[in-house]
């Protein structure tokens, strides 16, 4: 057994998709700490186009379980609550669905969906287009199911709930500590589909231990450049590497 694992994970480390993935994984890192999100919106297309998406999103999901776990005692204390708990909870009730998507859905068309997904969340960001209209009950349920069901199927929950946060008023900090506050409750929830559903093996494991290390070095550094670097340059380097991911994906 222990052979077994040993030479799988020599496997990943001695190919060249390790090289990609360990440099996606630490830029998403420093992206999940200094904002609040990156982790699976970059991740996922980048380690679906390298190991598949039944493979790789899985391997999304545990690196966010851990991530949220360092980052959310932190902002629970900042967050709006009454905001953002009731999107949290449709996002919940919805991933079960989403998750039928990625066990059936075949495997290129899945990846380039993903692409596309982030290649457009990419775009809206870099024009400048936000949502300006009230955030009622309602809406904020609406915007928790969809970002439900694309966490479920694509392992990304954040483009809907980025661009309609942003719409707030709130300050930076708070902004940040919503976005943490909901991606840490996801993270939990949406372990359990895959794992019902068997993706989540020993191969799966072995490589969230490879990369599971870098992410965690990666947060920190992140959430220290919040203090340090404007949030106007960070904007314009997140959305290259949003918009490079994506293409990756789709023409992978």
């Not at 057994?1 to 420093?30: C, H, K, N, P, Y």
Request: some cysteine; hydrophobic content about 55%.
């Amino acid at each position: 057994m222990a052979e077994s694992l040993w030479a799988q994970a020599l496997d990943i480390l001695f190919s060249w998709r390790f090289a990609v993935g360990a440099f996606a994984t630490i830029v998403a890192g420093v992206m999940r700490g200094y904002s609040g999100f990156g982790t699976a919106i970059l991740l996922a297309p980048v380690y679906s186009t390298l190991w598949s998406p039944r493979f790789g999103v899985p391997v999304v999901l545990l690196m966010e379980l851990f991530v949220s776990a360092y980052l959310l005692p932190r902002s629970f204390g900042e967050a709006n609550k009454k905001l953002i708990l009731p999107i949290c909870a449709a996002a919940v009730v919805a991933i079960p669905f989403g998750s039928v998507v990625l066990l059936h859905t075949e495997a290129g068309l899945l990846r380039r969906s993903i692409g596309v997904f982030v290649l457009v969340f990419g775009l809206l960001m870099m024009s400048g287009w936000r949502y300006h209209g009230t955030r009622p009950l309602g809406l904020n349920l609406a915007v928790g199911t969809v970002s439900g069901l694309l966490k479920g199927a694509t392992g990304m929950s954040g483009p809907p709930v980025i661009l309609y946060l942003l719409a707030g008023k709130e300050e930076a900090r708070q902004h940040r500590a919503n976005l943490i506050l909901f991606f840490g409750v996801l993270g939990v929830a949406s372990i359990v589909p895959p794992l019902w559903a068997g993706l989540i093996g020993i191969p799966t494991l072995v490589l969230t231990a490879i990369m599971l290390p870098l992410m965690l070095v990666s947060v920190p550094v992140g959430a220290r450049l919040f203090h340090v670097i404007p949030l106007s340059w960070y904007r314009r380097c997140a959305l290259i590497l949003l918009v490079a991911a994506g293409g990756f994906a789709l023409l992978g």
